[in-house]
Every structure is written in C-alpha cells, then in structure tokens.
C-alpha cells in the first residue's frame, strides 16, 4: 500500500541490510543530504555543525558499540551501498543528476550522524542559557513571569505541585548582555534553524508531537488504543518512511528516518509505543578564561590547562557541476567542557551537552524495542534509551498501558544550567545522571489516560530538575478534555482529536478583547468584527475568516508587551515556550506593570493593537475582508532544496495549499498543520486496524507514483490501515523482490 516495504530476513542483519536498500531505493537523496550533515549549503552552517563535531563523537561511539549494534549499522551501510552501486548516471535520483553528485558510499558513522541531528532538532537550548543572564537585570518578578514554568491548565503526568519555583529566578547573578552580542546570539540561532529545516528535522523550539494512550475500559474495543503524530518542519520529500520488518524473533512496523536501521515509532507483535519530546535541560554553557599569556591555554581549577585545537577542513565546490573546490579551514577550540561555541562581548562559551559524549551514547535501544513483549521487557529496552530524552506511551495486547521518559538527564553538582557556568571551577560539573528508574513513569493509572504534548510532565514534588522551559500546555489540555468527552472511545474519536483545531488561547484572547474594545466608542467595521469574535466557534479551520484577525490581533497585543518589558535588542533574542499563558493572565488581569507606557488603558492599547492587525491583514491579502481566511493566510508548504530553481526546480514542487489549524506564537491546536509529520492510532485489538500515514509519501522521487499519494489522506487526516499479519500483507503485495547475499 502506498509503496511501503514489508522487509524479510533470515536474520536480524540480512533484515537491517535489506531496511538499507529499501530506503536508499526511494530516499537515496535524502541519505547523501543527511550523510553530508546538515550544514553544507552554507559557509556558516557548516562551521557551526563542524564546530559541534558530530562526525568525530560518532567515531568514537562505534568504537564502543556492541558487536550486535556494530553488525546492524554495518548491514544497513551494506544495504544502501549495494542499490547505489546498482546505478550508473542515467538512474541516479534526479537531484544527483541536475548537481552531478556521485554518491558517497554510507557508513555506520553516517547513521550515528544522523542520531546526533535528532539532538541537534530535540535538544538544542544552550541560546536560552545566554538569553536568561541578559534578562538577569530584569527585576526577578518580572523575570519570572517572562520566564513562566506553571499555568492553571497544565496536564502533568506525575507527582503534583506542593510549592512554586518563583524563588528560582532570584538566584541569578545581574550580569549584562550587550546588544551585540545579541545580535550575533539571534543570527546564530537563524543559522542553525535554516540548516535544520532544508531537512525536515526542525522543531519550533523543541515543542514537537502529541501522544495519548488511553486503556481497553475506555474504548469500544475493551484493548487499550494509542496514538502518536511528531511535528517537524515539512519538507519535501518526507522526513519519515514506512516500513515493514521482520525476521526471527521479529515483527515490527511503523515509521524511521533515512539512515536509521530500524522502526522508531510503532508496534510489534505484543506492544506498540510512542514519542513526543521532553526537552530537559542536557546543555550547559561554560565562560573559559584562557590565558593573555598563551592562547591556546584555559583556566581550570588545577591550573591551566591545554586546549585541544581541531582543523576541519571544509570543501566547497566552485560551481554546479565543477569537480573543483576551494579548502576553507576552520578552527574549532576545544575544553575539557566541549567545543568553544559561541563568543561575545569578550567571552568564550565552552558547550556540554549529552549528545557529545560517546559514553553516554549508544545505538542499541531501537532492535531492543522492537523485541519488547510487556511492559518489563519495554523498560529494559528504555535503560539503553540515549536518543533525545522522549516522552514514550506505551499500550500491549494484554491491556495494560504506561509512560516512562527516557534518555540521558544530567545532575548537576550546583545550580541547573540556566545561565553560563563560570568554567574555571568546577561549580558546574555534571555529578551523575538520573538512573532510568527514577526518571518519570506511570502505569495502568485508574484514570485510564495518559496524555503528552511536550507540556510540563512532573509536579513540582519531582526530587529532579528536567527543565524549566517547557511547551504550551493549550494541547494537552485540549486532548485531555476530548476524551473525556465520551465514556467508550474508537479509533474514529482518535482521528477526530488528530484534527482538532479548536484554540483554547484564541478563544480565551477574544473574549477578552471583546470586553476591552466595547469600552471605547467603535466603528461600524470593529463592531462588525467584535460581533464575529463573539459568535466564533473557536476554530482555525481553512475556511475562518475570524481567525486571521485573531492571530493578528493576539501576536500585535504580544509584540507590544514584550517589547514594553524587554526593549528592542533583548525583545529580538527571547524565546519561551510557555510566555502566552502569561499573555493570558496579562489580558485577563490587566495588570498596570505590564501596560505600555505609551497608554492609559489596556483598551486603548488594544485599539491600537487592532488598527495594526487591519493593516496587516490588508497589506499581506488586500482590502476585500472576504478573503481574509485563515487558509489564505496560512498556506501549508513542503519545501525542496531544489524546488526554487529556475527551469528544473519544478519537479520537486508540491503547490501551497490552505492549512487548518496552527502552532506557535497564537496558542497551537492538536493540528498543528503542515508541522504534523506522520499520524499514528495503534489498535492492540487487531493491529491489521493499526492506522499510519505520513505528510506525502514513501518515495523521495518525483516520478514515482508514491512521491505525494498520501497527501490527501494527510489533508483529510485520514490515514490508512497499514496491514501487519502475514495475512494481510500478503494480500496488499504488490511487488516481490528477493535480495540474496554476494558469495
């Protein structure tokens, strides 16, 4: 069905190895993107991810891979490497044609690479660390509350609040930012996120994926049912590929990523499981001091001390089709900490980080997954779990359901990283990790749900710091509320809360705004539009002529109150998730500290916030109102790194259509649109009713029948049984190939 592999093996290499051909058979380009790193289109990117030196910790972490996880790299490599060899110039993808690439053989460090990019997209915060010590001037209330961590509405997994943190934001030492340094932060930030994104790979500050699993006294079936939908920036072609895999001792199927031996997310034989993101704090910044003396020399609390200087060598092409290149070098420097990855105003920030550390890293979770049977045998997997630390649900046949967060958290010897360490000391040292027992957990709870959103997971009685910087809760609390809507639940309520763009922070906004604006003498046209506000149902559907309005109102209302708090240089560097449950306390309360001081009352301020959305809707769709839909506003787009080239860009063109629902800076609904990357609804009942879709298709060609033809079925949110038993996948075959080993 829609050309997804079913892959059988002998053996659980002969299986990895055919997984290898089958992706490079549609995803060939995508491989040789992924393989080169993320950073290759420009100058700057490319520094920054060598500075990272992702290629080198891979290295080191196949040296200390098991001989089981170094077979199954090695058969993937040989797998990709076999089809590629398979074709000569006239049969390469299309993208090594127009470029005149030729591929570069795969290896096992090139999948271990690809690990270290989901760090990069799930993991990345160490900006933040710099963004906190410039408000560090700000008065700690006020820091507090641009810095949230609680909100009513939060949906926690575990524990519960006995105290509030607020004392947290007091304990910063005042130290100032410059606006140069800023500046540079914030173009730092831009770069990273353009090189993520001409892959597919980045998440909107770390808030990726929903996933809910509810048990069988739930649902119409009596089974447990699950489902899972990642947001990742869209591209063209899809980040994720379909796939089938079994061998002895193995049946498993859902999803994986070019260069990745195995399913990420889906189900086996016994259990099936899920993934949205954690984003604990696994990224801590150190300010070096090194030597007016000897430059190569820093401080530690021994003395000084070596720093070890890296030469990366970058090739970069002369031109389209030119075998000839030009050598840039560039220099990485290198503390007992990690690389030095930023400097500003005099300062020189060393990086930690978990996915630097070839100890801490290891690639055998995925096969031990896929043989899990119970919930016993699905939390001895999780202890090799060091991937991005995830939220994982967890549903089997047997009925049961359950949650554990698993990766690799550090513990801190002081403080919890919020701002630069001073790395002369060792005041910021990393102690220990926090065991994979103690990490949170849940199972078979009475309530019968278990709800993820990237939200706050733990109660403030949590003994462990995991972050302060979580997502908006608006997602969790909407699909906490929709199932328990109905007693008995069905795969259909699933795909209905897949879809929902019902927005609790919108509707919250307009009320609000509503009641400010009938304060003020009004025009014909505002009256019209505060009557719309006040008939809307709440939805951010294609067709919505209120919710552009609202979107526009809201984001101008929180542009001008942050840059009241901020001032205009800092305003450009911050970045916090959860700062619209602020927002909703601030119109609700009305609070004089947060009005600007250019107003006397909140709705004269929100007069002018209105005069400015009517100008920008008019200016970006025109002055007919009646095109002011949310669909003409939002278009979905999956950009190819080809598709805006003149004459053959084409091709690789998907056209922008209308989105329904929205992530971000106006509160996301469950839909976050275009972001949502693949859909899941695991049914334990009978997995051949398991439903699975991702955003176009299996294929990275686009020739091929299957480059797009789960698109529709995207757009609908619709996604199709994807067959399990031998049974069904026999009969949805539609090809056969036989792949046997070289003699």
């Known amino acids: 069905r829609s050309g997804c592999p079913e892959c059988s093996g002998v053996s659980a290499a002969m299986l990895c190895a055919g997984c290898g051909r089958v992706t490079a058979l549609s995803q060939a380009a995508g491989l040789e993107v992924l393989g080169a790193g993320p950073g290759n289109v420009a100058i700057d990117q490319d520094k920054l991810h060598r500075s990272y030196g992702f290629t080198h910790t891979a290295e080191a972490e196949l040296a200390n891979a098991s001989p089981q996880s170094r077979s199954m790299l090695e058969a993937y490599a040989r797998g990709v490497n076999a089809y590629a060899s398979s074709l000569d110039p006239k049969s390469m993808p299309p993208e090594f044609q127009i470029l005149q690439y030729s591929f570069r053989p795969w290896t096992p460090i090139d999948s271990l690479v690809v690990i270290k990019i989901f760090f990069e997209a799930l993991s990345d915060t160490w900006r933040l660390d710099i963004m906190r010590q410039a408000m560090s001037v ?18 926690l997994v575990v524990g519960k609040d006995t105290q509030s943190k607020i004392k947290s934001a007091a304990q910063i030492k005042p130290e100032r930012v410059s606006p140069e340094a800023l500046a540079k932060l914030a173009h730092n930030q831009e770069i990273a996120a353009a090189a993520l994104d001409r892959i597919g790979f980045h998440a909107d500050a770390l808030a990726a994926s929903n996933n809910w699993v509810v048990s069988g006294k739930r649902t119409v079936t009596g089974k447990p049912l699950l489902s899972n939908d990642p947001h990742l920036r869209p591209t063209a072609p899809s980040i994720w590929h379909m796939v089938h895999m079994s061998a002895p001792g193995v049946r498993v199927a859902g999803v994986t990523a070019a260069g990745l031996p195995g399913v990420i997310i889906g189900h086996n034989e016994h259990i099936a499981w899920g993934f949205t993101n954690v984003g604990p704090d696994v990224q801590d910044l150190y300010i070096e001091k090194f030597n007016p003396e000897n430059s190569k020399q820093y401080q530690t609390p021994s003395g000084w001390q070596d720093a070890v200087i890296r030469r990366e060598e970058i090739k970069v092409r002369k031109g389209i089709g030119s075998s000839e290149h030009d050598i840039v070098n560039h220099d990485v420097t290198v503390t ?15 990086l930690r980080w978990t996915a630097l550390d070839p100890t801490r890293n290891s690639p055998a979770s995925m096969q031990a997954l896929s043989r899990a049977r119970n919930w016993n045998e699905f939390n001895v997997a999780l202890e090799s779990f060091t991937a991005p630390t995830q939220n994982i649900v967890y549903v089997d046949v047997d009925g049961h359901i359950g949650y554990h967060a698993a990766g690799v958290v550090p513990i801190r010897k002081s403080g919890d990283g919020s701002v630069p360490y001073d790395g002369s000391t060792d005041a910021g040292e990393w102690t220990s990790y926090i065991p994979i027992a103690k ?22 009685d949590y003994p462990y710091f995991l972050t302060h910087h979580w997502a908006q809760p608006y997602r969790a609390r909407r699909i906490l509320d929709l199932l328990n809507e109905k007693p008995k639940l069905s795969s259909d309520d699933f795909r209905r809360i897949l879809g929902d763009v019902y927005t609790i922070a919108g509707v ?8 400010l604006l009938r304060t003020k003498p009004a025009d014909e046209k505002l009256k019209a539009h505060l009557d719309a506000f006040e008939k809307w149902d709440g939805r951010i559907n294609a067709e919505s002529n209120v919710a552009p309005l609202m979107a526009q109102l809201r984001l101008a209302f929180r542009s001008r109150i942050l840059t009241a708090a901020l001032g205009q240089e800092l305003v450009r560097s911050y970045q916090w998730n959860n700062f619209d449950t602020t927002l909703d306390r601030v119109i609700k309360e009305q609070p004089a500290t947060w009005l600007p001081k250019e107003f006397s009352s909140y709705a ?47 091709q690789f063109t998907i056209p922008p259509f209308p989105q329904n629902g929205t992530g971000g800076l106006i509160g996301a609904t469950v839909n976050v649109g275009q972001a949502v990357s693949m859909r899941l609804i695991a049914d334990p009942s009978n997995w051949d009713k398991t439903q699975q879709g991702i955003a176009l298709g299996e294929s990275g060609i686009p020739k091929s029948p299957h480059w797009s033809d789960q698109l529709a079925d995207w757009r609908a949110v619709t996604p199709r049984e994807f067959p399990f038993t031998q049974p069904a996948v026999l009969k949805a075959t539609k090809e056969t190939l036989v792949l046997e080993p070289l003699k």
Not at 439 to 460: E, F, H, K, M, W
Not at 508 to 515: G, L, M, P
Not at 619 to 646: I, N, V
């Open 138 to 155: 700000l008065p700690p209330e006020k820091r507090a509350e641009l810095l949230p961590e609680i909100s009513p509405i939060d949906v």
């Open 336 to 350: 007992r900490h990690g690389p030095i990855i930023f400097e500003g105003d005099g300062k020189r920030y060393a």
């Open 439 to 460: 990490l949170p957990t849940l199972y078979d709870p009475p309530s019968g749900i278990i709800v993820t959103a990237n939200q706050r997971i733990v109660g403030t």
């Open 508 to 515: 919250s906004f307009t009320r609000e705004a509503v009641k």
């Open 604 to 650: 004269d301020l929100l007069r002018a916030c209105y005069d400015e959305a009517i100008a920008s809707l008019t200016k970006s769709l025109g002055p007919d109102e009646s095109k002011w839909t949310w669909g003409e506003m939002a278009k979905a787009r999956f950009p190819h790194a080809l598709s805006s080239a003149p004459l053959i860009g084409g």
